[in-house]
């Protein structure tokens, strides 16, 4: 079995979610649309049992789910964004428990009956987490993978891209299916794979601008305040076109569910 991840994340971008800025950020990202969680509480049925939600952040995820199960273990190595996470709605739910430290080796506390992870499961150490999932879950348990918080088909999405690639600190990034490199590299055995119906969405252009620092490529420590303050004016101004009256972008949503069996 290949388990060498993709170059993009071989250097220690990951480090920069324990940034506070890049935590306190995170929570103007788009959320998933509510379809997520149906399909969620659909595949754990009528049981809910426990979930593992790891690389939780701020717990986009874990809240959502904490009053429709019998509990959350929400796992990240970042204490800002924990420290986040219990601010915010369903953050201090007593079905809630936080665990702080990398998923490859803090303490769990299984059986679950699901192990979910968003945007965070391409930095993991691949070789080492899915045997751990694998071991933590139920025996019918699934694994799932959520990813999409950005905008579907917006106009300003070219001019965007472009400014993106001009301020990223990132410079080994490539546009990868994520789901597809796992499959190849032997790590998950895919059983389903679902996009959400597209939502409508309204967020003010100061709150979008302002999310693209809870990136890592986008980090404001690195990219410095110089460069945060140019691209913040050059992407306000190319969204100014597309706001309403009070400021406010819509554009669309969706998100990519996969799920499957973590593999050894």
Not at 16 to 34: C, I, V, W
Not at 154 to 159: E, L, R, S, V, Y
Not at 248 to 261: D, N, P, S
Request: hydrophobic share 35%.
């Amino acid at each position: 079995m290949e388990t060498t991840r993709p170059r993009q994340y071989w250097d220690d971008y990951a480090s920069r979610f324990k940034n506070r800025s890049l935590a306190e950020t995170y929570q103007l990202r788009p959320p998933y649309p509510d379809e997520t969680y149906r399909i969620l509480l659909n595949l754990l049925g009528e049981s809910r049992g426990s979930v593992l939600d790891v690389g939780c952040g701020p717990g986009k995820i874990a809240r959502r789910l904490v009053d429709h199960v019998d509990g959350v273990d929400a796992v990240d190595f970042s204490q800002e964004m924990i420290r986040i996470g219990k601010s915010l709605a369903n953050g201090d739910h007593p079905n809630l428990r936080w665990i702080n430290g990398p998923v490859e080796t803090v303490q769990l506390y299984p059986p679950y009956d699901m192990v979910t992870a968003g945007a965070s499961i391409h930095w993991m150490a691949w070789e080492v987490v899915f045997p751990r999932f694998k071991e933590v879950l139920t025996t019918d348990g699934d694994l799932v993978i959520i990813d999409g918080d950005r905008p579907i088909g917006a106009p300003w999405h070219d001019a965007e891209l472009s400014l993106i690639r001009k301020y990223s600190t990132s410079r080994h990034y490539e546009q990868i299916d994520l789901i597809q490199e796992l499959v190849d590299r032997g790590h998950l055995y895919l059983i389903g794979d679902k996009r959400t119906t597209l939502v409508s969405f309204s967020q003010s252009l100061r709150d979008y601008v302002q999310s693209f620092h809870s990136r890592q490529s986008m980090s404001k420590e690195h990219m410095g305040s110089e460069n945060v303050g140019a691209f913040d004016t050059e992407l306000s101004h190319i969204l100014s076109d597309f706001a309403d009256d009070k400021g406010f972008l819509t554009f669309q949503l969706e998100a990519r569910v996969t799920w499957g069996r973590p593999l050894t």
